[in-house]
């Protein structure tokens, strides 16, 4: 069955690091995936999207890279800052199909002042 | 732009009462979405419209309709509430690939 897996645990980093979040997937056949932000008690923001045949992408202080051998995708947060604190969520689009995200269940991510 | 609104914010129910959640957006969207959310388990998907008159089944649709009347209204009804439909409500929309999200409707069901 197709599953898509990020650490459930919360990843704690000190006010300035680079703070690095992991998507797993398997069963998949990807067209693109994205990766949002979700703040308590609201929905989740579009961050940044990136495609099968697409290796790194960068928007400011945020890069995703993505490895479809690996069948992996990380996101970065250089110079992290306690704003960044919230839960990230990737979605896996599928080739061949509707393109309908599937969501991840998230990263909780708390940077420390 | 108001993007995508959701009402009611927070709402309160007993097990076999009946509700309708609402979600709009002014984007003029194709796709709307209804997600729900639970601890644990993410975000998983209800029920979908890929544009006004059609409607098809998500992850998670038993207990749960769907009606998309007109282009910018998608509403999710509850026809007996069940506590098993404790959550947060997320309406979503897209025309392309990234989804515009509202900012969610919490149900307690008694």
């Known amino acids: 069955s197709q599953k898509i897996e990020q650490n459930s645990e919360a990843l704690n980093i000190q006010e300035g690091k680079t703070a690095t979040l992991t998507c797993n997937y398997t069963?998949?056949?990807?067209?693109?995936l994205q990766w949002y932000r979700q703040d308590p008690g609201r929905g989740p923001v579009f961050l940044l999207l990136?495609?099968?045949?697409?290796k790194e992408k960068r928007k400011e202080r945020l890069k995703v890279t993505f490895d479809t051998t690996l069948k992996q995708s990380l996101f970065h947060i250089t110079a992290s800052q306690p704003a960044d604190s919230a839960t990230y969520l990737c979605?896996?689009?599928?080739?061949?199909?509707?393109?309908?995200?599937?969501f991840g269940r998230g990263t909780s991510l708390i940077v420390h002042p | 732009n108001a993007g995508v609104t959701q009402t009611p914010k927070f709402r309160v129910l007993k097990t076999g009462q009946s509700m309708t959640l609402l979600c709009a957006q002014d984007?003029?969207?194709?796709?709307m979405y209804w997600y729900r959310q639970d601890p644990g388990m993410g975000l998983r998907l209800i029920h979908y419209?890929?544009?006004?008159?059609?409607?098809a089944k998500g992850e998670v649709p038993d207990g749960y309709n769907v009606s998309r009347l007109k282009k910018q209204n998608f509403l999710l009804g509850l026809e007996s509430a069940a506590p098993s439909q404790t959550s947060v409500y997320f309406c979503?929309?897209?025309?392309?690939?990234?989804?515009?999200f509202g900012p969610g409707t919490r149900l307690l069901v008694l």
């Open positions: 979605a896996l689009s599928a080739s061949g199909g509707s393109y309908i995200p599937t």
């Open positions: 069963n998949y056949s990807p067209a693109y």
């Open positions: 990136i495609r099968e045949n697409e």
């Open positions: 984007m003029n969207h194709e796709y």
């Open positions: 419209s890929v544009g006004e008159g059609t409607t």
């Open positions: 979503a929309s897209n025309q392309g690939e990234t989804q515009y």
